[in-house]
């Protein structure tokens, strides 16, 4: 930035611009976007005249003749600059304008003009509506940029919606909804500024001192926010259950009849009705908001026993319960699962079927965990009836999904799904069912539990007290006239024995494992006990998978990555590849192979790559939102099976897949980053190098 005057007859032109600094470069972003070709470029620094700050800079670009802009107008262009500068200086220096309303701060900033909000405020005066939707929906401004009006108007920091925001259940004991909403204030936290006050107008709050009656010995930090998004904190922290209870109603019942010096299992009549009524409204909330576990975690003493959620794989916390209740909810929870309630040195299992305590057809698989000081945890599955995902939506690549189509169409043969618990392989499973379920087709399941049903299956829950387990499921389906069997999980020789000697015999066989990648589950089923003959014969293909988290649509940020973060990314893909024909032969020559497939697939036509990066909005708080499968699909061609028969190695099966074309889990989520839908941490977190 030496405020040297550019003239250039091609801003392309590299040699040009290293003639006047080595650091110079053109940014193609505009050129991109737009499809404009740019070629000469006319550009000055605008100084402030007293003190020389640069105020900024004023280019011209393309004019009717080849080659550099003339003298003329290279003179002409510095005294705009001049004259440009003087005016900076001068706006600058003024006193702001006076904020009127707390939509002026938008004008100011010159995201809508005056007329504009002149003619939205009239629109809504006009209708009787509120002023915000008219500005997101008729000016498409965002939340956070009225919320940052909003902010800069009353003198306090705005406070954007958080979905993830734990409820301040002590804050809101004696607060009603309807108070709530009518007043347009709501508590948040309590942090080292104070209570932390949510209101669409803190300045009126602040004044008729409503809050601090509520709170009168405590500080209170006021913070602003869109109406919508104080509605939308309301509904999170009020929102109503399949009965007319709320959380913060139960608890603050259960509170009023509890003893802080008592922790046995004896509770009256009203708190054990108040009891039921909370654990059904946690596991209600809990499948309204998509979690897949409830996590019951007592805490020793007079600490309260807290619950958290497990949501698109991440823990959050939901309420805490009062410590003397600590008993009592865990005994509820073993009541509603027929477990012994006198046992509590040792782990239990157990079932709900959740359509016996409320209208919502869903079962839980429960745990219950010995912890110290004579305290049970208890860990609960939610698992809602649901029907298959297409296998075409499951975010297999192209490649991957062609190859899967055409191993799953065959007769028989046996095809594993892999990875560790809650990665979805059930639901992927499914999905290759949904996509070969035709009426001409006989498909016998086993499951533990049931969790996908689909028109047409022959389903079957295990029941191991009854002595119904899978492998007896698996003898019992061939005497049944199957064309498909899938059995829910794969653990033992047995059952493995059993799957192979159904897949020889002419019928198709799905199944789970409970390994890390393809060519581990191979040698891990050969170190069960198989024969290498029989099995090789069998597979058709084995597909490891994991879940990690999408990026925000509504919020990811767009980025140009330098050389350095596509080298690292480069280095990251290739450092499972170093065992194939290609980087034995000439790394460099693989490596830039990779590179120029990266160019043509998912660079643009100058080949430079858009990348993302996680923000955060109203929708995902985080930066992310929902969850995609990474694949690593392996098939058993004839390479592979004498490689079976063999007993190679895992880290041969590995080179022999790679060289054939099947890319590994981290391949495939890096491929997943390039094509903007995560990010690198992500990608690292669940795959292990």
């Not at 499948?287 to 959050?316: C, M, N, W």
């Not at 209740?325 to 959740?354: A, W």
């Not at 066989?509 to 024969?531: C, I, K, Q, W, Y």
Request: hydrophobic letters at 40%.
């Amino acid at each position: 930035l030496t405020g040297q005057t550019v003239n250039l007859a091609d801003v392309y032109d590299s040699a040009a611009l290293r003639a006047i600094s080595p650091e110079l470069q053109f940014r193609h972003e505009v050129d991109d976007t737009t499809g404009f070709r740019a070629r000469e470029m006319l550009a000055a620094a605008i100084n402030d005249p007293e003190s020389g700050a640069r105020r900024g800079v004023i280019q011209l670009i393309n004019h009717n003749s080849e080659g550099p802009f003339s003298a003329i107008a290279e003179e002409g262009l510095l005294g705009l600059t001049q004259t440009l500068g003087v005016a900076f200086s001068r706006h600058i220096s003024a006193p702001p304008a006076q904020l009127r309303s707390r939509f002026d701060a938008l004008v100011a900033d010159g995201l809508i003009t005056a007329e504009e909000l002149a003619e939205v405020t009239r629109d809504a005066r006009d209708s009787g509506a509120p002023v915000e939707p008219l500005l997101i929906g008729t000016l498409d401004l965002s939340h956070a940029e009225i919320g940052a009006a909003a902010s800069r108007f009353y003198g306090v920091p705005y406070e954007a919606f958080n979905a993830d925001r734990v409820k301040p259940i002590d804050l809101l004991r004696n607060l009603k909804r309807e108070y709530v909403q009518q007043n347009h204030w709501l508590p948040l936290e309590e942090t080292t500024e104070g209570v932390v006050i949510m209101a669409v107008d803190p300045e009126q709050i602040r004044s008729s001192r409503i809050a601090h009656n509520v709170f009168p010995k405590k500080r209170l930090a006021f913070r602003v926010t869109t109406r919508d998004e104080f509605e939308r904190t309301v509904n999170q922290f009020f929102e109503p259950s399949l009965d007319a209870s709320s959380v913060d109603d139960l608890l603050s019942d259960l509170d009023e009849e509890s003893d802080d010096g008592i922790f046995s299992d004896d509770v009256n009549a009203a708190a054990d009705n108040e009891l039921v009524k909370l654990v059904n409204k946690i596991i209600i909330d809990a499948y309204k908001q998509g979690a897949s576990d409830i996590h019951v975690e007592p805490r020793p003493g007079k600490e309260k026993t807290q619950i958290r959620f497990r949501k698109d794989g991440t823990l959050v916390p939901y309420i805490e319960v009062p410590a003397s209740y600590r008993n009592p909810l865990v005994t509820r929870i073993k009541i509603m699962c027929d477990l012994d309630i006198s046992e509590r040195r040792k782990p239990q299992d157990g079932k709900i079927k959740f359509r016996k305590y409320a209208p919502l057809d869903i079962e839980l698989r429960v745990a219950t965990i010995p912890t110290a000081g004579g305290l049970e945890d208890v860990v609960m599955r939610v698992l809602a009836n649901s029907e298959p995902i297409p296998l075409d939506e499951l975010g297999l690549t192209p490649a991957n999904l062609e190859m899967l189509k055409g191993a799953v169409a065959k007769p028989y043969g046996i095809f594993f799904v892999c990875g560790p618990t809650g990665s979805g392989k059930t639901t992927t499973l499914h999905s290759i069912l949904g996509h070969i379920n035709t009426p001409d087709t006989k498909i016998w399941t086993a499951e533990d539990p049931v969790e996908i049903t689909q028109k047409g299956l022959r389903q079957v829950q295990v029941n191991r007290k009854a002595g119904l387990d899978f492998a007896t499921m698996m003898r019992a389906f061939l005497r049944a006239d199957p064309d498909v069997i899938m059995v829910g999980e794969m653990r033992d020789e047995e059952t493995v024995s059993v799957g192979i000697e159904a897949s020889l015999t002419g019928h198709l066989v799905f199944s789970t494992l409970h390994t890390n990648s393809a060519p581990e589950s191979v040698v891990r089923l050969l170190d069960m006990g198989m024969d290498p003959f029989n099995f090789s014969d069998a597979l058709l293909g084995v597909l490891a998978q994991r879940l990690t988290k999408r990026l925000c649509k509504h919020c990811k940020e767009a980025y140009e990555p330098d050389e350095t973060e596509i080298g690292l990314l480069l280095e990251e893909y290739c450092a499972d590849m170093h065992s194939t024909p290609a980087f034995i032969a000439d790394p460099e020559a693989a490596r830039q192979a990779v590179l120029a497939h990266w160019r043509a697939a998912y660079a643009n036509e100058k080949g430079r790559f858009t990348l993302y990066r996680p923000v955060g909005c109203v929708e995902c708080t985080q930066g992310y939102k929902g969850r995609l499968g990474l694949h690593e699909l392996m098939l058993g061609s004839d390479r592979i099976k004498q490689m079976i028969q063999e007993r190679a190695r895992v880290a041969e099966l590995l080179g022999a897949a790679l060289s054939e074309g099947m890319r590994t889990l981290r391949q495939d989520g890096l491929e997943k980053i390039l094509a903007g839908i995560t990010d690198l941490k992500q990608v690292r977190k669940v795959c292990v190098r």
